[in-house]
């Protein structure tokens, strides 16, 4: 046994994953291998993207890369999503008709398939939500085309993009944050290995967790605008559920580990522990939907600047988690 588990894991938020582009970057850079993604939403991009890597560092390296290339192409929200033509009158077309979205997803599909060319390499866990049963769904994608489908249906944030066949959505929904995904994760790795000694947790969030005042006038907004900020304060409240409780978990898994004469409750058997360094942006620069190249840039930056800084700090930046 020796040495650390790494497993990656990707919050949603749009066009604001660049930050989390930026966190693997410094990842790599500090040589660290990654053993496990698990990502929802555009951190299904992520975690996705870096899956097709082949074992050890270098060949992560070459496809962090890639994934660099791909948002770092990007020429603006037309490389991502399509908007009707006419403008607005063309919008209330699509919402008159009965269309399932404001927006089609016809670029990213092309993106998806110059970029997802191989199935995982490493093991990936992504996030869905099922619209009928309202379940949250783990995909464990082995296929390209399973790759491919599990992210564009994890992306498909409703109302702005179509549902992927037959009703699968954007897994932000109900989990922007997938805390429990990952430590299901590391706990199948260690299932009958010997390999690691303890696992260490990289969590990626696209935003604060705290949601940021906006006080323009929102009667005078747009439906896309107001939508876009909803989408924000359930962030908000999400992470709330996925990182704060998983805190308010871990302080009663601690309490008996640390009193060996108290014997666990079920409820918590099984439950392990990780060191997790959470990587969190200090503003959010622009909206989900907002692809212009030089924020992308800048917020990718944004994410390097800030890994390198967590890690600089070692265990001082370390949070103690159990799921």
């Not at 060996?260 to 058997?269: K, N």
């Not at 439950?271 to 909206?287: C, G, H, I, M």
Request: glycine share 12%; aromatic share 8%.
């Amino acid at each position: 046994m020796g040495g650390p588990l790494n497993v990656f894991c990707a919050s949603g938020g749009g066009s604001k994953g660049a930050f989390e582009g930026g966190v693997l970057q410094a990842l790599c850079e500090a040589g660290i291998e990654l053993h496990g993604f698990v990502g929802v939403s555009t951190g299904s991009i992520q975690a996705g993207f870096m899956s097709q890597a082949a074992p050890g560092i270098e060949a992560q390296r070459e496809q962090l890369g890639r994934l660099r290339d791909l948002w770092f192409g990007l020429e603006g929200n037309s490389s991502i999503y399509a908007k009707p033509a006419f403008g607005i009158v063309g919008t209330l077309a699509r919402v008159l008709l009965g269309k399932p979205s404001l927006y089609t997803f016809a670029p990213f599909r092309e993106l998806l398939a110059n970029g997802v060319t191989s199935g995982p390499q490493r093991p990936v866990r992504i996030g869905i939500v099922e619209l009928g049963s309202s379940r949250y769904v783990v995909a464990d994608p082995r296929t390209p085309a399973d790759l491919r489908a599990a992210i564009l249906a994890s992306c498909s944030i409703p109302g702005f993009f179509p549902p992927v066949h037959p009703d699968l959505v954007d897994g932000g929904v109900r989990n922007i944050a997938p805390l429990a995904t990952a430590f299901k994760l590391a706990s199948e790795l260690l299932r009958g290995s010997g390999e690691w000694d303890r696992v260490d947790m990289y969590v990626a969030l696209a935003s604060p967790r705290a949601v940021e005042p906006d006080q323009r006038t929102w009667t005078a907004q747009s439906l896309p605008q107001i939508a876009l900020r909803a989408l924000e304060i359930l962030e908000g409240e999400n992470y709330g559920w996925d990182i704060e409780g998983a805190l308010e978990m871990n302080s009663i898994v601690e309490f008996f580990d640390s009193h060996p004469g108290y014997e666990r409750p079920r409820v918590l058997t099984g439950k392990l522990r990780a060191d997790v360094r959470l990587f969190e942006p200090k503003a959010t620069p622009y909206s989900a939907l907002d692809f212009e190249p030089a924020k992308i840039r800048s917020f990718w930056e944004a994410g390097y600047q800030e890994a390198r800084a967590v890690l600089a700090r070692g265990s001082a930046g370390v949070l103690a988690l159990a799921r």
